[in-house]
T-cell receptor
């Protein structure tokens, strides 16, 4: 149980285009989803936290108009990188927390998607 | 000051060795502590949660020292397959998770 998928796993795009990344919890309801970015040889940096049905909370320094997050259902959150530039090239990873049914594990632990590698030319 | 600090390593150890990593955190209100493992170009996977009383899972032992604000991970009898980057994660309010930059471990034959 507790599987999170991401799509696409990698994407290459031209500068100025927008890219949408999907994050899905496949076998549980994700009340909270997190979006991270990881540059080479660096740690995961939290970009934003989203709760189903409400606006995302962005970390300081993350432009909410550039990184649009939608968490419309308990199993899906999307991150759209608008007008992508080469400096946005990174590894984007989502994670989810939620109800695993009969256990508190889901609320104390984050389950990560496999990540999306974005390259902007 | 970073929320979570780790020695980046790399730690190069022979198979069978015992190796320990430490991690310090700055927010005394932190509530939850974890060690994650990340293989190259893959997503992090939970290795173990760290409880106040410490916990052990096979060859892995985690300890928490709230007074000094650090957590540790001990790996005994290292295997080649333990080679990875180990991430220290500290959380508070269950919605703020902070990752250390990771400690790289290379276990050599």
């Amino acid at each position: 149980g507790a599987v999170v998928s991401q799509h696409p796993s990698w994407v290459i795009c031209k500068s100025g285009t927008s890219v949408k990344i999907e994050c899905r919890s496949l076998d549980f309801q994700a009340t909270t989803m997190f979006w991270y970015r990881q540059f080479p040889k660096q740690s995961l940096m939290l970009m934003a936290t989203s709760n189903e049905g409400s606006k995302a909370t962005y970390e300081q320094g993350v432009e909410k108009d550039k990184f649009l997050i939608n968490h419309a259902s308990l199993t899906l959150s999307t991150l759209t990188v608008t007008s992508a530039h080469p400096e946005d090239s990174s590894f984007y990873i989502c994670s989810a927390r939620g109800d695993l049914g009969g256990t508190s594990r889901g609320y104390n632990e984050q389950f990560f998607g496999p990540g999306t590698r974005l390259t902007v030319l | 000051r970073k929320e979570v600090e780790q020695d980046p390593g790399p730690f190069n150890v022979p198979e069978g060795a015992t190796v320990a990593f430490n991690c310090t955190y700055s927010n005394s209100a932190s509530q939850s502590f974890f060690w994650y493992r990340q293989d190259c170009r893959k997503e992090p996977k939970l290795l173990m949660s760290v409880y106040s009383s410490g916990n052990e899972d096979g060859r892995f032992t985690a300890q928490l020292n709230r007074a000094s604000q650090y957590i540790s991970l001990l790996i005994r009898d290292s295997k080649l397959s333990d080679s990875a980057t180990y991430l220290c994660v500290v959380a508070y309010n269950f919605n703020k998770f902070y990752f250390g930059s990771g400690t790289k471990l290379n276990v050599k034959p």
